[in-house]
Nanobody
Framework: QVQLVESGGGLVQPGGSLRLSCAAS????????MGWYRQAPGKQRELVAG???????TYADSVKGRFTVSRDDTKNTVYLRMNSLKSEDTAIYYC??????WGQGTQVTVSS
């Protein structure tokens, strides 16, 4: 059974930082591409960042230079470091693998 468990969300002021974590089980983690998505109220879910098993990374244009995705295959965990946060980054952030498995999401709210 595949499980993805996100953590690390919260309330942060504009310009602040957060690091999200997603712990995976039930998969051969090191072989899987992992993605971070987000969904803001009234908007469609969108890809924020992805990282393949070889380490190559991809980012949405809106977060390039501010967010960094990384993975630790020894811990079966993928991370999303978010710097210079903006109000428009407010959303529920989800972890995904294989395009079909999702975590429960973690809320990120950027507000003063």
């Amino acid at each position: 059974q595949v499980q993805l468990v996100e953590s690390g969300g919260g309330l942060v002021q504009p310009g602040g930082s957060l690091r999200l974590s997603c712990a995976a089980s039930g998969i051969i983690f090191r072989l899987n591409a992992m993605g971070w998505y987000r969904q803001a109220p009234g908007k469609q879910r969108e890809l924020v960042a992805g990282i393949i098993s070889g380490g190559r990374k991809t980012y949405a244009d809106s977060v390039k230079g501010r967010f960094t995705v990384s993975r630790d295959d020894t811990k079966n965990t993928v991370y999303l470091r978010m710097n210079s946060l903006k109000s428009e980054d407010t959303a529920i952030y989800y972890c995904n693998t294989a395009d079909i498995y999702w975590g429960q999401g973690t809320q990120v709210t950027v507000s003063s």
